[in-house]
């Protein structure tokens, strides 16, 4: 079975298949078992079930990579309006949107950077563990 397949039904009753959506959108089990409309006791049941686990596993990484895809064609959108604010007219537009840009430059650079430097210590503990 692949990571984003989803569980085969046989496995899980039909109330949990109902109760997995709320479960999954949830922040805490106990927000998941009120929206769900089970006590907390069942949610931590039915957490100890593998096919569950995984089904409530594969839930969340769906929504939260629905939720990422979202965020890019809005960081997208954003800066598309950001170049047409560097064009505007008017100066005190300009120089905000200009110090919007600059501002999301550096951050990103330091991004790329802090990225770099994990990678580097990622390796370096790799070469640790072997060493041993």
Same mark, same amino acid.
């Given at each position: 079975?692949?990571?984003n397949?989803?569980?085969s039904r046989?496995n899980?009753?039909d #109330?949990?298949v !109902?109760?997995?959506p *709320?479960?999954?959108?949830?922040?805490t089990?106990a927000? %998941?078992? /009120? @929206?769900?409309d !089970?006590? +907390?006791?069942?949610l931590? /049941?039915? #957490?100890?079930d593998?096919a569950?686990r995984e089904e409530?596993?594969?839930?969340k990484?769906e929504t939260?990579? =629905?939720a990422? @895809? $979202?965020l *890019? %064609? +809005?960081a997208?959108k954003?800066?598309a309006?950001?170049e $047409? +604010? =560097?064009e505007?007219?008017n100066p #005190?537009? #300009?120089? &905000? @949107?200009? /110090?919007l840009?600059?501002?999301?430059g550096?951050k !990103?650079? &330091?991004e790329k $950077?802090n990225?770099r430097?994990i990678?580097q210590?990622?390796?370096?503990?790799?070469?640790l563990?072997n !060493?041993?």
């Amino acid at each position: 079975m692949s990571q984003n397949e989803p569980v085969s039904r046989e496995n899980l009753t039909d #109330r949990q298949v !109902v109760a997995l959506p *709320h479960i999954a959108a949830a922040a805490t089990n106990a927000e %998941g078992a /009120r @929206a769900a409309d !089970v006590s +907390l006791a069942t949610l931590k /049941r039915w #957490r100890q079930d593998p096919a569950f686990r995984e089904e409530l596993r594969r839930m969340k990484q769906e929504t939260a990579d =629905l939720a990422l @895809a $979202e965020l *890019h %064609g +809005l960081a997208l959108k954003s800066t598309a309006t950001l170049e $047409e +604010l =560097l064009e505007d007219p008017n100066p #005190r537009i #300009r120089t &905000q @949107a200009v /110090r919007l840009a600059l501002g999301f430059g550096i951050k !990103v650079g &330091q991004e790329k $950077e802090n990225q770099r430097r994990i990678n580097q210590l990622q390796k370096a503990l790799t070469l640790l563990k072997n !060493v041993k």
